[in-house]
């Protein structure tokens, strides 16, 4: 099957030579052209522009930096638009739901086939075929993705309508952004009452709800290490489109809600640019800023 | 080395069959002594009163059902008290820390050594030795015990003063009752927002999150199955103890009151015997009774 | 002065009452026209279309019912719009932030001047002329509008650039909406720790926090009365706007935030027509629907 | 009506003063004695120890500074006990609700009658006679007592049984604390978004909440005037102590949980002697001490 495949930053590179590697042939486009070659060294293929690599291939994936180079690559002139009646997209750059939906309708309204699936995992997931695909859209396009999925991810997900795949991601982040609250209150706890937070950390490590996130982030976060591999302000965001769900849904999330307020209160001290494990900050002893 | 053992509930006599299949001499005592009989069998020999345990043995080890049982064995005619001079004695029953700190004053002003050794893990880890051992009190019997603990448990750790067994433990649950709150809330929204819970629980154990409890609980409460593990009321005794231990060292724990509160709506909604994922039905469509 | 009046509602029609009792001469238009009769017995004199009055006044004021209103007589054919080059318009309606700030760059480009007005206070205050008006957008043009507050409102407020006046608004709902959760939950404790929850409502009035709120609401509360002064479903996107507003601004409120969560609770429960004092229900014992 | 009144601190003295000039018999006991002097002046006479106060007087109220100093007037030698058979004692000290029964058991099983009285109001209330009076206990000395009670107040409730004065006052102090933290946030949230706080005072004070702790504190604190009042620590001790009351009874209030949270943070900030309006100090700008 000959796939095209926009967008090769960190994440995208790694995607396109796993498909390379596993037999596909690969169409790469990139804003940048000269970041294709080093694909072309591994058999790919390169078209000019987002439209001249749909026109040429069945099934077109994307994976983009944000929703603004989402909505550039499918509406800008020479975009996907043009050529898209009768072909295939899918789109597993990280956007929010309005931003899928607003590319849905235009994709499906020209003829095309629509397909979002955004990815859980990061750099090394996407370079070891370990990612989590969450697709949501068009049943026959999912099925017909499901042999470049098996080689891109460990797991995929078809999730009903477009805007599910997105939706997926602020549950999950929300869930996190609220343990991640637990955790800091629970090692402050620890420390000032007069336990040691590293035996905190191994005692979890060993029980019932030890998990990858405590066990990676706690000792970094012991040393006040917040090197960002999730920006706090992204988590923040998060929370709040996850309660503006809720709100729309009338569900009542005050455990949410509260881990919400205490990264809105991280933001306020200037941590927003650091990990989202840096709201552990907010819990030590404060003083005014004079 | 010789190791007197009270107590032969589901954990007590699990944890002394370990031993006596270790190589450890080992005599027992249960307030129903009908239930030495099986460990008897096993090689082990019987006292008849707390306090002929402790005098025959150096070190002897209690695992009993709550604090009151945990006081009587020590307090009463024929404890643990009238022979302890020169004794070792561990406590791994699960109390709170008044009365570790209670049981520790009246060993040590009468020439014992004292341990509290509260334990992680039920059952099947008891059989298996694959317990957590949260001990504190006095560092030298801590290490004349090792070998036991060994035996007995996956990990141990030395927690410093009494009363921080106990308190480790508070935390811990802490953090355990706000992610079940995180998790539930989750669920819901999930659920309401047009996703699959079912998905979200798949989605949840292939990320960076995912943990036994999740895992374990999830599919049980998406059936509205919550037979009891661990109580809610229990759970919520905790939250509110462990609120209480912060409110002494000034911790300001958000996340963790707002969980508080919503374990307390289950229970004036009758949940408080059912397992503490109940705090999910909390989260349901409600209405007021009639 | 020759002042328009847009809207006779409620509180359009009680305004411009007040405003020809006290000597200005009023033109009036509303939708339905025939409303208009009853204030040209008055003295008014009337305008076929929403241009037309602001032709021939140098002021106009609108009171409408919600933002669509607000918008539809500005933008609409034969809108204020246009003849506003020269004019000066008022908006007393109550909208948000954005609606206000939209119509206030399409009268300012137009060469008109534009104050945003919303008030606090409802029916009665509007015919005694008891309003507080919020106040915000031209400066020269508020202090020309004074004689008319004077009699319009016991208190004008001037608050800076447009959209103060309805941010001014959101911070007061969001404390009152605090409050009442307050209250609630203080009625709620009360009656379950056997005191007498009317007891408390007299104690409440005669100390330091008494308040024409608790005094007006509490009775009818106590009677599961809950007809709508203020609908919940209003009240509660009020908080949501205004912790949106906190999220811009990285403030971190969770005392709002956890009544903003009741709220919804309250939504989720089919509260939402009532006034927004049944969030009280929402504490009660509660059980799952069926 | 001879009446016995035991401390004569600011409010006892006031209080004594009271019902001297409104024509009762008064005999006064002070620990220090000297500071019966000036009430000698005004027509009291002095007992040498509280229980020769109580064998002479049929009526004896107690205004003293804290539970400790209510316990000893009762229970040390010379006390309130040793001549309370057939007599009558009323406590007017703000005691809990454990050292209020305590009191009343010792009392009547000696054959004495007891109602507790604590009261809504400080310095000047006290001086004027304008006391609320929270009495709870023997019906029967109530209504005995309400010539006294109307020359002290002006109003005052029987509650029902011992312990209820009590708890009616955690139960006002509780929606208080929520109450300032809904107002602070309010005050933050108008300041970041660009509205002028003393501006949101004025409109506040002209509105349905409007209500003399916004009124009185509002100004002070908007110039980091926090002279204590009533000290955030107490405030913060009575949240605690209603959220507990709440926890007997299964009641959920999250918002004073999160309001509770707000007072730990300030105290963890070195704030707990300041007045309780000093939580204002949580939400400004924070950095961590250095």
Redesign the interface.
Known sequence: MEIGFLGLGIMGKAMSVNLLKNGFKVTVWNRTLSKCNELVALGASVGETPAQVVKKCKITIAMLSDPAAALSVVFDKDGVLEQICGKCYIDMSTVDPETSCKISEAITSKGGHFLEAPV??SKQPAETGQL?I?AAGEKALYEEAIPAFNVLG??S?F???VG?GA??KL??N???G??M???S??L???D?????PH??L???D????????FR?KGPAMLQDNYSPAFPLKHQQKDM?L?LA??????????????????F??A????LGDLDFSAVF?T???????S
Chains 1, 2, 3, 4 share one sequence.
Not at 206 to 213: F, K, S
């Open positions: 859980s995992g989590v969450l460990k797991k997900f999730l009903g309508q599910n939706k997926m549950v999950v929300m869930i996190m609220s343990m609250n637990a955790f209150e629970g402050v706890l620890a000032r009452s007069g336990l040691n035996d905190l191994d005692v979890l060993l029980g019932g709800i030890a998990n990858p996130m990676g709040r996850a769900l809720g709100d729309e849904n009338a569900v009542s999330m005050p455990v949410a809600a509260a881990a919400n307020e205490a809105k209160k933001r306020s001290m200037g900050e819990m030590k002893i404060l003083k005014h800023s």
